[in-house]
């Protein structure tokens, strides 16, 4: 995908998560009247505006999605374009066998409206939308010694919760300042130029040592 801040006569910021695929920060470098803007994903047009907006496609698919940006004057002729996709991210599955008690260790997910759902012991099948790294939605566990009742902890007198890093590359983005990150497959160490793999997924007395990924206390660690 293109970034803002590369001279483009129309671009913008896309993001996907749960709910869908969100765009923002709809830029124009022209000195045209713009008429319209028109929203579409995969090949439909599926939102249209006199001004640029913020707006979220909730009609994804699985796989790879399309989306496009296009700015008209008033004869309906283009004036600027922009086509960007998001692939699916295929990342390492979490490693379960890494000392958790599998007896007080649970898988644990968000509904649509990111309310927090405890779901069964990590020693039993995990929830189908559990995790998807291509919307935003990390892979997360909790340890605990409460009960779960409802898709809730109750009696608890400790909680830890964990989420799962899987192996990545990543490049800061001079222009925005952010971070361009690249999920990598088992333990490749192949890169494109410019990337570098954070020493997090290195382990041994000499880091020699790959790993898939590893987890993460989420919060302070309570006692």
């Known amino acids: 995908m ?5 001279n483009y006569i129309l671009d913008y910021l896309m993001t996907a998560n749960q709910k869908g695929i969100n765009v923002k920060n709809i830029k124009t470098s022209t000195n045209k009247e713009i008429a319209k803007y028109t929203y579409a994903i ?19 698919s ?4 399309t989306v496009n940006i296009t700015a008209l004057d008033s004869n309906g002729s283009i004036i600027g374009s922009m086509t960007k996709q998001i692939i699916p991210a295929k ?16 898988y644990v997910y968000y509904d649509e409206n990111d309310n927090e759902i405890i779901g069964n012991k990590i020693n039993g099948e995990a929830p189908k939308n559990w995790y998807n790294y291509t ?14 009742e409802g898709g809730k902890i109750i009696e608890e007198t400790y909680k830890n919760y964990f989420v799962w890093i899987p192996r990545y590359a990543y ?14 497959e088992n333990t490749s160490s192949e ?6 793999i954070p020493e997090a997924f290195k382990w041994g007395d000499n880091l020699e040592h790959d790993l898939t990924g590893y987890w993460i206390s989420k919060y302070q660690l309570t006692d």
Do not use: C, R
């Open 42 to 60: 995969n090949g439909k047009i599926e939102h249209e505006g006199a001004e640029a907006e913020t707006y979220t496609f909730s009609n994804t």
């Open 171 to 184: 490049m800061l983005d001079q222009t925005t300042q952010k971070s361009k990150v690249l999920f990598l």
């Open 91 to 106: 990342v390492n599955e979490p490693e379960l066998n890494y000392g958790f008690n599998k007896e007080l260790t649970y």
């Open 191 to 196: 890169i494109p130029i410019g990337y570098t």
């Open 135 to 148: 919307h935003s939605q990390w892979a997360n566990i909790v340890v605990t010694d409460g009960k779960v």
């Open 62 to 65: 699985e796989g790879t999605n």
């Open 2 to 6: 293109s970034d803002l801040g590369n």
